[in-house]
Protein backbone atom coordinates (compact mmCIF):
# COMPACT_ATOMS: atom_id res chain seq x y z
CA UNK A 1 0.00 0.00 0.00
CA UNK A 2 1.65 3.31 -1.35
CA UNK A 3 1.76 5.93 1.47
CA UNK A 4 -0.01 9.33 0.46
CA UNK A 5 1.27 12.36 1.39
CA UNK A 6 -1.27 14.82 3.36
CA UNK A 7 -1.03 18.68 2.57
CA UNK A 8 -0.13 19.04 6.61
CA UNK A 9 2.96 17.10 6.03
CA UNK A 10 4.01 19.59 3.28
CA UNK A 11 2.94 22.80 5.77
CA UNK A 12 5.08 20.52 8.39
CA UNK A 13 8.00 20.70 6.16
CA UNK A 14 7.37 24.25 5.05
CA UNK A 15 6.94 25.50 8.88
CA UNK A 16 10.17 23.58 9.86
CA UNK A 17 12.42 25.38 7.04
CA UNK A 18 11.15 28.94 7.88
CA UNK A 19 11.38 27.83 11.58
CA UNK A 20 14.66 26.96 11.38
CA UNK A 21 15.66 29.75 8.69
CA UNK A 22 14.85 31.75 11.49
CA UNK A 23 16.69 30.32 14.44
CA UNK A 24 19.90 29.90 11.80
CA UNK A 25 19.71 33.66 11.77
CA UNK A 26 19.55 34.55 15.18
CA UNK A 27 22.44 32.17 16.42
CA UNK A 28 24.71 33.13 13.69
CA UNK A 29 24.01 37.15 14.82
CA UNK A 30 24.41 35.62 18.38
CA UNK A 31 27.95 34.42 17.47
CA UNK A 32 29.06 37.55 15.75
CA UNK A 33 27.81 39.81 18.58
CA UNK A 34 29.81 37.70 21.19
CA UNK A 35 32.75 36.93 18.77
CA UNK A 36 32.75 40.79 18.76
CA UNK A 37 32.86 40.88 22.67
CA UNK A 38 35.57 38.17 23.10
CA UNK A 39 32.68 35.88 24.74
CA UNK A 40 33.31 32.40 24.29
CA UNK A 41 31.49 31.20 26.20
CA UNK A 42 28.62 32.79 24.44
CA UNK A 43 30.30 30.83 20.84
CA UNK A 44 29.88 28.00 22.31
CA UNK A 45 26.42 27.93 23.46
CA UNK A 46 25.00 29.12 20.29
CA UNK A 47 27.11 27.07 18.06
CA UNK A 48 25.25 24.34 20.06
CA UNK A 49 21.82 25.29 20.04
CA UNK A 50 22.29 26.30 15.90
CA UNK A 51 23.84 22.20 15.89
CA UNK A 52 20.39 21.03 17.45
CA UNK A 53 17.98 22.89 15.25
CA UNK A 54 19.74 21.63 12.19
CA UNK A 55 19.49 18.35 13.18
CA UNK A 56 15.91 18.50 13.10
CA UNK A 57 16.16 19.15 9.08
CA UNK A 58 19.26 16.15 8.80
CA UNK A 59 21.80 19.19 7.47
CA UNK A 60 24.54 17.16 8.48
CA UNK A 61 26.78 19.43 6.84
CA UNK A 62 25.92 22.97 9.22
CA UNK A 63 26.22 19.65 12.42
CA UNK A 64 29.21 19.18 11.92
CA UNK A 65 31.12 22.89 11.71
CA UNK A 66 28.74 23.35 14.75
CA UNK A 67 30.11 20.65 16.53
CA UNK A 68 33.72 21.91 15.56
CA UNK A 69 33.22 25.58 16.49
CA UNK A 70 31.49 24.45 19.77
CA UNK A 71 34.64 22.49 20.46
CA UNK A 72 37.03 24.82 19.56
CA UNK A 73 35.13 27.49 21.68
CA UNK A 74 35.03 25.38 24.87
CA UNK A 75 38.79 24.80 24.27
CA UNK A 76 39.57 28.44 23.96
CA UNK A 77 41.16 28.15 21.08
CA UNK A 78 40.40 31.90 20.11
CA UNK A 79 42.73 32.04 16.79
CA UNK A 80 40.58 29.08 15.39
CA UNK A 81 37.46 31.23 15.90
CA UNK A 82 36.83 33.05 13.20
CA UNK A 83 37.61 31.12 10.39
CA UNK A 84 35.46 28.38 11.88
CA UNK A 85 32.39 31.14 12.21
CA UNK A 86 33.02 31.82 8.31
CA UNK A 87 32.42 27.94 7.33
CA UNK A 88 29.83 27.54 9.57
CA UNK A 89 27.93 30.73 7.94
CA UNK A 90 29.20 29.20 4.48
CA UNK A 91 27.76 25.43 5.11
CA UNK A 92 24.56 27.30 6.69
CA UNK A 93 23.93 29.03 3.63
CA UNK A 94 24.44 26.15 0.76
CA UNK A 95 22.19 24.22 2.87
CA UNK A 96 19.20 26.60 2.97
CA UNK A 97 19.90 27.31 -0.67
CA UNK A 98 20.08 23.79 -0.85
CA UNK A 99 16.53 23.44 0.77
CA UNK A 100 13.26 23.61 -1.39
CA UNK A 101 10.81 25.02 0.86
CA UNK A 102 10.69 28.41 1.30
Known sequence: MEYLHP????ELACGLVSAYKLDAYDFLSQMDEALAN???SAIAKAACSLGRA??????DGVCAVSKELETAAR???K???PALLQRLREENARWIDGLLVS
Do not use: E, M, V
Open 38 to 40: ADI
Open 54 to 59: ASILAL
Open 75 to 77: KGL
Open 7 to 10: AYDA
Open 79 to 81: DQI
